[in-house]
């Protein structure tokens, strides 16, 4: 797992990770920290219970496994004295019916081990934005000549108006919400076709490719890149 540092989406931003293998959460809290956020750790679900009990954390990023009580118990157990702290689950466990045990116990999203661990802070950024619906929409983004206004849901390049099938447009949307991060498969399938599972197919491949031809073809610089190994970019030119 690479770390790679995100804009974060604001500072002092409290994230309590509570995970029991030593190895894995040195790396997750070294990480987080560099992030800019401020992380306290559990490494078990009692110690992770009463700290997350305390609600001085913006979101929680608990593993299922751990001793003492697993994940699932400690989430639910926060649902049923009305805490609402936004929760990431951490799991080797990936089928279905393990996503689906952990969204139904009161998880708000679901990370398989082994993560990319651009995603993983992608995943908190959105889990603290949707917790602060007070903050204004953004209805107009920008990367480099590239201009999309969600209101007309109008895309233009350097003036030019680039026709987008409805797909395209939540695609180009997503790359530019996370504009100069790394978007994996994983986040485009959840966020973009809202599948919880991988298809198998090249879905994706062929909807970028039909982007990357009408975003960048005729233009001399090109902004949707691929991140070998990992999925893709959207940045202005430096």
């Given at each position: 797992?690479?770390?790679?540092?995100?804009?974060?989406?604001?500072?002092?931003?409290?994230?309590?990770?509570?995970?029991?293998?030593?190895?894995?959460?040195?790396?997750?809290?070294?990480?987080?920290?560099?992030?800019?956020?401020?992380?306290?750790?559990?490494?078990?679900?009692?110690?992770?219970?009463?700290?997350?009990?305390?609600?001085?954390?913006?979101?929680?990023?608990?593993?299922?496994?751990?001793?003492?009580?697993?994940?699932l118990s400690v989430v639910s157990s926060l649902r049923?004295?009305?805490?609402?702290?936004?929760?990431?689950?951490?799991?080797?466990?990936?089928?279905?019916?393990?996503?689906?045990?952990?969204?139904?116990?009161?998880?708000?999203?679901?990370?398989?081990?082994?993560?990319?661990?651009?995603?993983?802070?992608?995943?908190?950024?959105?889990?603290?934005?949707?917790?602060?619906?007070?903050?204004?929409?953004?209805?107009?983004?920008?990367?480099?000549?590239?201009?999309?206004?969600?209101?007309?849901?109008?895309?233009?390049?350097?003036?030019?108006?680039?026709?987008?099938?409805?797909?395209?447009?939540?695609?180009?949307?997503?790359?530019?919400?996370?504009?100069?991060?790394?978007?994996?498969?994983?986040m485009l399938l959840e966020n973009v076709w809202e599948?919880?599972?991988?298809?198998?197919?090249?879905?994706?491949?062929?909807?970028?490719?039909?982007?990357?031809?009408?975003?960048?073809?005729?233009?001399?610089?090109?902004?949707?890149?691929?991140?070998?190994?990992?999925?893709?970019?959207?940045?202005?030119?430096?």
């Open positions: 797992m690479q770390q790679q540092t995100l804009q974060t989406v604001g500072e002092d931003v409290r994230v309590l990770v509570v995970e029991d293998d030593v190895e894995a959460a040195a790396y997750i809290v070294k990480g987080l920290r560099e992030s800019g956020h401020v992380v306290d750790h559990a490494a078990d679900g009692d110690d992770g219970l009463n700290l997350a009990m305390s609600g001085q954390f913006d979101v929680l990023v608990i593993d299922r496994m751990l001793p003492k009580q697993d994940g049923d004295e009305g805490r609402t702290t936004p929760v990431l689950f951490l799991s080797a466990l990936g089928e279905v019916e393990d996503r689906v045990s952990g969204l139904r116990a009161g998880g708000d999203d679901y990370l398989t081990k082994p993560f990319a661990f651009a995603e993983l802070l992608a995943r908190i950024e959105v889990l603290v934005r949707r917790a602060s619906p007070g903050e204004a929409q953004q209805t107009r983004m920008r990367v480099g000549g590239l201009e999309m206004d969600l209101l007309s849901r109008k895309v233009t390049r350097d003036g030019t108006d680039i026709d987008l099938q409805p797909r395209e447009f939540r695609l180009l949307e997503y790359l530019m919400k996370h504009a100069g991060q790394v978007v994996t498969r994983t599948y919880h599972f991988d298809p198998q197919t090249n879905v994706i491949d062929v909807h970028v490719s039909r982007l990357r031809a009408k975003i960048d073809k005729n233009f001399e610089t090109p902004l949707l890149h691929t991140v070998r190994g990992a999925g893709y970019t959207l940045r202005a030119p430096e």
